[in-house]
């Protein structure tokens, strides 16, 4: 069970929660929900013991997983079946018992022998009673359910892509539930395709245990949660609702309808107050009740909530695309491999003007791969990329490189400026776009570290907007948004006048784009795009 009592957390100067008890135990499903930046994932970290609140008190009783939005690895040089059994032990047994092995096939001695046969005993004991060779096949089983292939499983973490590396860990994460222990899962959804989403909703609606969740996916919501966490940014409050999610958005859509109404006859009546009062203060002898008639009226309009509803939503905008060449780029005969694994190879493309491509292909089949070769961050094996006549390109990574994470939101920004050639821009007009992207006031100056998966998101786009890019490249652009935000992203997308090169698991995307083009990996082949592709979206 997880317990905190007067939880306070702040971002900054900004408090995101004050006050909160909250309380997870076996048998509750949770959404914690709530607008991008509102605070989600800060009070997630809290409640996993990885970051310490402002004040209050948070309690972990009995063992808990933690997916975080973006894992980190300690030892990239780790196979992935490795990461997944480390969960129990069982990396390390294995590994001890292959080193037994080892030396029992050379040695010579007999003294040494026997002792090596004892020490390879007492592995094999300790590998049993945690579950041994059965726990392997439940390990792979797990793992395949997430679409991590066989293949994939002997890779070292360094050779896979962002998405694989984060369904190891969710895989590892599964793979230490015993049934009956707290999960904490940030976007879990994230980079699954749609039979892997599907088992998963099935396996969390089956867990015993507690579960905390944050996610964008209506549908997992829907069928998984039987309570809802509202964190209301207006109020620095966790309202807490005993529903599904059906019934929670039921009860507030009622609840907007509730203070709507009451604003409207607490206007309506602070009018009349404050029009009385205007006629009363014109005579002396009546100047103190006109006072206390606008004190009153101020108030009915203080005490009032505000409607959630109302909340603002970013004007996500992206880059007015400078002029350049009919081809702006090209690129030909690309490979690109790690060690023996050949990940793609023979991809030969031509971006023109405004065109509009989409990369396709299954999971590790080096889609982000390609777009960091196309963006100059990554060289590939064979092949080159020829940059066309005023070329300027627009990189947004799906694991949010391109962010600087040790410095503040306007660094970013001001860093992003002068990369771009945009050295003109005042810190004034880049506040101004970085709060049309919602970091007003004091958040310019938050560390890009402590910012959820959603503000990340905007971050970066808005550090497309000084660069002036005809050709973008998108990787994932809707990952880690709420709906208000997608919308806004799909829009602007649907707008923009250059070039767009995208990755996306997102149908809605793929349809903003209205692509030309469809790049197929891994074997580069290219051909027009067609309804019938979009069934390879879904499975990306």
């Not at 000084?466 to 799909?490: I, W, Y």
């Amino acid at each position: 069970m997880i317990t905190a009592s007067g939880l306070e957390l702040r971002a900054g100067a900004r408090i995101l929660l004050t006050g909160a008890d909250l309380r997870v135990q076996p048998g509750d499903r949770i959404g914690l929900v709530g607008r991008n930046g509102s605070g989600k994932t800060s009070t997630m970290s809290v409640l996993a013991g990885l970051t310490q609140p402002y004040a209050g008190h948070v309690e972990n009783n009995g063992p808990f997983g933690y997916l975080p939005q973006d894992p980190r690895f300690a030892d990239l040089t780790q196979t992935a079946t490795d990461r997944v059994l480390s969960a129990r032990g069982l990396d390390r047994l294995l590994a001890d018992l292959a080193k037994a092995e080892a030396a029992l096939a050379e040695t010579v001695d007999d003294a040494h022998r026997d002792k090596l046969i004892r020490r390879y005993s007492r592995l094999e004991e300790q590998f049993a009673a945690r579950g041994g060779y059965t726990a392997e096949a439940e390990a792979a089983r797990i793992c395949s359910n997430l679409g991590l292939e066989n293949r994939v499983l002997g890779q070292t973490l360094e050779t896979l892509s962002g998405g694989q590396r984060r369904r190891v860990e969710l895989a590892r994460i599964l793979f230490a539930d015993d049934g009956d222990g707290i999960l904490l899962l940030d976007e879990p959804t994230n980079h699954l395709d749609a039979d892997s989403v599907t088992w998963l909703r099935g396996f969390l609606a089956s867990h015993k245990g507690g579960l905390v969740l944050i996610t964008h996916d209506v549908e997992l919501l829907d069928e998984v949660v039987n309570k809802v966490w509202y964190l209301d940014p207006t109020r620095s409050a966790i309202d807490a609702y005993n529903l599904g999610w059906t019934a929670y958005q039921r009860q507030r859509a009622e609840d907007a309808e509730r203070r709507r109404r009451e604003r409207t006859n607490a206007e309506k009546k602070a009018s009349a107050l404050t029009r009385q009062a205007a006629k009363l203060g014109a005579k002396a002898t009546k100047a103190k009740a006109a006072k206390n008639m606008i004190r009153r009226a101020e108030a009915m309009i203080d005490d009032l909530e505000d409607d959630p509803l109302a909340e603002k939503v970013a004007d996500v905008r992206l880059p007015k695309p400078a002029s350049c060449g009919k081809v702006p780029l090209t690129a030909g005969g690309l490979s690109k491999g790690y060690g023996s694994l050949e990940v793609f190879t023979g991809v030969d493309l031509a971006i023109d003007r405004g065109s509009r491509v989409v990369i396709l292909g299954l999971n590790g089949a080096g889609k982000t791969t390609l777009l960091r070769i196309l963006a100059g961050s990554l060289e590939p094996d064979t092949g080159e990329v020829t940059p066309g006549h005023g070329l300027r390109v627009g990189y947004f990574a799906q694991e949010h490189d391109t962010l600087d994470h040790d410095g503040t939101v306007i660094e970013q920004m001001q860093s992003a400026a002068s990369s771009s050639g945009a050295n003109d821009l005042t810190e004034t007009e880049l506040r101004k776009i970085l709060g049309a992207f919602l970091f007003p006031g004091d958040d310019v100056y938050k560390p890009v570290d402590v910012l959820s998966g959603g503000e990340k998101t905007r971050l970066a786009l808005a550090s497309l907007v000084c660069s002036g890019a005809n050709v973008l490249l998108l990787d994932e652009p809707t990952n880690n948004l709420d709906p208000a935000s997608r919308r806004q992203v799909l829009e602007a997308v649907d707008g923009f006048g250059g070039a767009i090169v995208m990755v996306t698991h997102d149908p809605g995307a793929v349809e903003a784009l209205r692509p030309e083009r469809a790049i197929l990996l891994p074997d580069g082949d290219e051909d027009l795009w067609s309804e019938e592709l979009m069934e390879l979206v879904e499975l990306a």
